[in-house]
Nanobody
Framework: QLQVVESGGGLVQPGGSLRLSCQVS????????IGWFRRAPGKEREGVSC????????YIKDFVKGRFTISKDNAKNTVYLQMNNLKPEDTAVYYC?????????????????WGKGTTVTVSS
């Protein structure tokens, strides 16, 4: 059993930045990767980015590429999502989740443990 907790959301003006954190804890930290997803108001949840625990391999979706960066600190069992140049369309609840297969990290069904989410609102 793993516990996943997101933090760092908030209200920010367009063009601003936020850094989200995702901390994983549990008796056995057995996962391959952590992914970030988001659900905007009235929309389906979508994958945003993923990072593999072992070697730091990453992917990031085109719609945030160049603005968002994912990173990790294995010593803290924490993954970060640095979000720059935020736009109103980035407004969403952001979730992170663990998976045992980095190759499936874009698929909600493949994620094992989810956090409760942190809300990001981009508005002037």
């Amino acid at each position: 059993q793993l516990q996943v907790v997101e933090s760092g959301g908030g209200l920010v003006q367009p063009g601003g930045s936020l850094r989200l954190s995702c901390q994983v804890s549990g008796s056995t930290l057995d996962y391959d990767a952590i992914g970030w997803f988001r659900r905007a108001p009235g929309k389906e949840r979508e994958g945003v980015s993923c990072i593999r625990r072992s070697d730091g391999a990453t992917y990031i979706k085109d719609f945030v590429k160049g603005r968002f960066t994912i990173s990790k600190d294995n010593a803290k069992n924490t993954v970060y999502l640095q979000m720059n140049n935020l736009k109103p369309e980035d407004t969403a609840v952001y979730y992170c989740a663990t998976t045992s297969d980095y190759g499936l990290c874009d698929y909600s069904y493949a994620m094992n443990y989810w956090g409760k989410g942190t809300t990001v609102t981009v508005s002037s």
